[in-house]
């Protein structure tokens, strides 16, 4: 046991032994916690906007500049949403710049669930949301501690991802379509990485499609960057389906994005996709890729 460890460690080199030090999983799954003691976090729900206030909190307490996208989306069935996405910014001063991005809203109904009562309930969204979030704000404690030296690093909460009928769309990736309607030329990042439902227990990441076959050089920075820290077990070198997600929106505004998500995740939109799901072993693993690929 003692020599394989040695092994790992000593594959990992700098980059990995200051990502291991940096970002803190046990943290990250209270983050995940927290959320979920919002309750589920539906738009023009309480739960949603105590929730969208305590992520503001946290940026306000790290990040060195805070912007708040507020804005509404009338849907299909014509609800007025009441949205917001939070972008949090390190050494805004570069222009040279790398976009993480998670979504913390919940779907509103588990139409996934076996019990067709529960079809009804919203999802509580310890994966499917939470844990996403919870490594965003672990980059952010550890940009917080020591900030990016040579690109600034920009941490966006996009809001209404999971709303409505992905084979519909028009009411789904809400957050991540605004924020790429406004994006310019000039503020476009080198790349984006989105995590989500990245705190499986049983972890393994696949490479998406459409990030595989849109942002290809992105990719293998990723997965290059989980092979030197010892995580190609979790990292597979594998391409998988694509999916719609909240990198579509930023592809199609000319962002190189992809999306880091575990798919084998059998509580996705069910009344079962609660903490006791998500590891803190997990989101240690992602966050210290996360980590390493700004520093």
Known sequence: MVAGLLIVVAGCGAAGLLARREFDGQQAMRYVEAQLAFGPRVPNTDGHRRAGDWIHRQLEARADSVEV??????????????????????????????LFLAHWDTRPKAEKSANLADQQRPVPGANDGASGVAVLLGVADALKKQPPASVGVDLLFVDGEDYGDFNDGRDVLLGSKHYASELTAAGRPLFAVLFDMVGDKDLRIEQEGHSAERAPE????????????GYQRYFVATVGIPITDDHVPLLDASVRAIDVIDLDYPWHHTTEDTADKVTARSLQIVGDVAVALVR
């Open 69 to 98: 996208q507020g804005f509404t989306h009338v849907t299909a069935q014509g609800d007025t949403l009441r949205l917001r996405n939070f972008l949090g910014r390190f050494r805004p001063e570069l222009k040279a710049r790398v």
């Open 218 to 229: 992105v990719v293998e920075r990723v997965w290059a960057k989980a092979r030197e820290l």
